[in-house]
């Protein structure tokens, strides 16, 4: 559709923040996202300042038949978060963190990134469980996914600790969604995606951290990844739910603390995170060093700040991605063998493959609670595809959906913010169908029109 100069100035003349047209100041960044592999230009970009933005965006979309896509992190590997034609909704200004130290909870506005959420709760000692692994995460797709980080084990994931939730619903109604309050629409948010409104603001829990935590990076051989993978495998399904030890296949990068030969080379990175005292951290940890040889290690009590962003330089903007994963119901040995035979064949220096631990607290949540429905599966695999020059595409797209496939036969379901554009089907796998078939449900009541279609959608009918 296209709209009149005077529709638009309209619009602008309703909204505090920015509109911005193709040509204008600040829409070339505006419009950018994490993945350097999506080109979009939307026909506006709407840079919301405030909830009352968000609602008039929604309407002037809903009324003018725009399509919508709705970038709060723009961090998604799928690309959602921007559209061809049509409207951004940006909800990137929107950083607002409020915390309240004395219930121990934090008001988050959408935009916010897992970054700024840290840094504002750890002026008080604490931090929000779920919170992921990078700190330029957003906290709007994340947790709308279900949001899992370095101490979900042991407290929950992030949809797991959401109080409540303002949304904007499709008729640019602004609901609140909790426990008391339209608790169907808030079941549904909590692992839903943007499929039933636009979250304006987030209230979470937080737990007391920090401000040091005792935490680190094992780098082991390559040459004994099947050894050391057998033993990770069940050791880490033993470890209390306060020590969380994840596994990261990849070329190691240049960490000071690695001999310069071993840059480059293949590894298997082992991070982990110890909430408790520093000597009873380090005797958990001992069995892995002694497991398999390694070429070096960085263990020691971090700030919790910089360990959340301590991974960041991997993973910065631009670059191209193309994710594949699934949870595994097991790491068996024809797993492993598969991982170390792709590990092998890397068409990049900056893929990884990340294994990380999920079991715990999340687990003892019922599948049914929230719509975050694989809750019991052990570990993830995810493909994290990634490497700078187009004509580089072919081999990265072939090795990851190839990789993909050949674990499949350990695979069950797939977490939803993981998801590349793959189709329902692959929509549908992150939800059991029990759960599935409330969440068209809930469509049905909150969007029958699917306004809200650019994400892993759940059609209405
Ligand atoms: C490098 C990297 C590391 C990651 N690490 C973790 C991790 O440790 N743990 C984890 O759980 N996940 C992790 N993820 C996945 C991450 O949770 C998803 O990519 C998530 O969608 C990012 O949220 P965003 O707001 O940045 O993304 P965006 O691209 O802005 O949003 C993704 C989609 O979510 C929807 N959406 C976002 N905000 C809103 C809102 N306020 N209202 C309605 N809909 C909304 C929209 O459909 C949008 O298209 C990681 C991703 C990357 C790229």
Known sequence: MVLQSSQIEEFRGHFRGDVLL??????????????????????IIARCVGTSD???????????????????GGHNSAGNAVCDDGIMIDLSLMRRVNVDPKNKTARVDAGALLGDLDHETQLYGLAVSGGGIVSHTGVGGLTLGGGFGWISRRHGLAIDNLISAEVVTADGKLLTASADENPDLFWGLRGGGGNFGIVTSFQFRCVELG????????????????????????????L??????????????????????????MV?????????????????IQPIRDATPS??????????????????????????NYWKSHHLRELSDGCIDRVIEFADSMPSDEIEVFIPHMEGAPSRVPDTATAFAHRKTPFLLNIHTRWRKTQDDEPCLAWARDFHQVTEPFAQGVYVNFLSDEGEDRVKAAYTPEV???????????DPNNLYRMNQNIKPA
């Open 268 to 284: 298997v990175i082992i991070p982990f995170v110890w909430l408790g005292d520093e000597a009873e951290g380090a005797r958990l």
């Open 436 to 446: 599935w078939d409330r969440l068209v449900e809930l469509k049905k009541k909150y």
């Open 240 to 265: 209390p739910d306060e020590m969380t030890v994840w596994m990261v296949v990849r070329h190691a990068p240049p960490l000071p603390f690695l001999p310069q030969d071993v840059h480059g080379k």
């Open 211 to 238: 401000p040091q935590i005792y935490s680190g990076l094992i780098i082991k051989k390559f040459e004994h990844a099947k050894r050391y993978m057998q033993f990770h495998r069940d050791f880490v399904r033993g």
């Open 54 to 72: 968000v609602i008039h965006a929604v309407n002037f979309a809903r009324e003018n038949s725009l399509l919508i896509a709705v970038k709060a």
């Open 295 to 320: 070429h070096g290690e960085a263990i020691g009590m971090n700030s919790w700040v910089a360990w959340q962003s301590g991974f960041d330089g991997l993973v910065e903007h631009g670059a191209r």
């Open 22 to 43: 193709p040509g204008d100041n600040g829409y070339e960044s505006a419009r950018k996202i994490w993945n350097g592999m999506f080109d979009r230009r939307p026909g």
